[in-house]
């Protein structure tokens, strides 16, 4: 079964300069968690235990996060800031942290290929930490529920949610045959079409389980918009040699690469409630 979860995180976050001059992106704070936080909970939420991070340079304080503060622990023992790292230390505990970094930042595609080193062989889930996914009403991560289809059609999957078509130009785009609630057969992928070229308005966001044949095709996939190594032209290769699954999640998502979407995850988070 899956276990391990590969988080690429080296890109520049151009998008929150000056903030991401000198921090990582993932580690923007909603509320108290850094935006990896949630990431590994959701993923240790879906089963996994260990997470394979594809950093860069500037990125060192994630390593930091995921280990033991020796000096900031001991001078909050036994005051009632101790609870405080409580949520962390647990996670800590629960899984292992392994890193490679990315040394050219060529485009999600090779981020992920850059990743190959700490998966190997076996399928395995990705996270995008930027995209930040809560159950909402319902009782299961985002990622739970891929695993639990990743079960049943033994095929890379991808998840969707439908965007207003105008924003189709953010995102890759599927086109698909439906085959069950919520599911469907990818027939055709686009990565960031013009709104008039979108074959659909059900874009992917950052969550995918993918077959290790996605390396190879990923070695041979040649640079696409942007001039990147995409992943979703390499999802398409892998459509057409097999199968890959859209999968419209239950919950919510919020794009906390953009500042919109980040207050709105944060104003989410502050009602419900959550530290
Ligand atoms: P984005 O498209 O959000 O790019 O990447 P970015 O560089 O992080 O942010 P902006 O657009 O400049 O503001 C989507 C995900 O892919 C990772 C990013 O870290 C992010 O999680 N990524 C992207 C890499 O790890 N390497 C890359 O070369 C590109």
Redesign the pocket.
Known sequence: MIKKCL??????????LPA?KAMP??MLPVLTRPLIEYGVEEAVEAGLNTMAI?T?RGKRAIEDHFDISYELEHQIKGTTKEPLLTQIRKLINKCTFSYTR?V?????G??IL?GETLIGNEPFAVI???DLCDADSHNEGVLSQMIKLYSKYKCSIVAIEEVPKEDTNKYGVIDGEQIADGVYMIKNMVEKPNPEDAPSNMAII?RYILTPDIFDIIRETKPGKGG?IQITDALMTQAQNGMVLAYKFKGKRFDC??VDGFVEATNYFYKKGSK
Do not use: C, I, N, W
Not at 7 to 16: I, S
Not at 104 to 108: A, D, F, T, V
């Open positions: 988080f690429p995180a080296a890109g520049y976050g151009t998008r929150f991401t992106k993932e594809v860069g990315q050219e930042m060529k485009g999600l090779h981020a850059s995008l930490a930027d950052g990147e690469g953009s």
